[in-house]
Nanobody, 115 residues
Framework: QVQLVESGGGLVPPGGSLRLSCAAS????????MGWYRQAPGKERELVAT???????NYPDSVKDRFTISRDNAKNTVYLQMNSLKPEDTAVYYC?????????WGQGTQVTVSS
């Protein structure tokens, strides 16, 4: 079993910043791709960011230049740094990791951007 535990969500005013963390119970040695998704009420789940073993990253235009995904192999943790947050960023954020044998999802952490 692989457990993904997310943290770092909360309430932040527009223009503020948050850093989300996702700690995996299994080594990243067998992980191929790590990523973050989000889902707002009444909307479909959407991709926020991914980082591959090669180090390449991918972001949609909605968050590009504001969000940054990174990883720490020694800590088996993936991060999402979110800057210049907007109300439309409000959603539940989910961490996902694709291992060679299966993919796993975190429980989700709420991010609310409001004054």
């Amino acid at each position: 079993q692989v457990q993904l535990v997310e943290s770092g969500g909360g309430l932040v005013p527009p223009g503020g910043s948050l850093r989300l963390s996702c700690a995996a119970s299994r080594s990243f040695s067998s992980a191929n791709v790590m990523g973050w998704y989000r889902q707002a009420p009444g909307k479909e789940r959407e991709l926020v960011a991914t980082v591959a073993t090669t180090g390449s990253t991918n972001y949609p235009d909605s968050v590009k230049d504001r969000f940054t995904i990174s990883r720490d192999n020694a800590k088996n943790t993936v991060y999402l740094q979110m800057n210049s947050l907007k109300p439309e960023d409000t959603a539940v954020y989910y961490c996902t990791i694709r291992y060679t044998f299966a993919s796993y999802w975190g429980q989700g952490t709420q991010v609310t951007v409001s004054s």
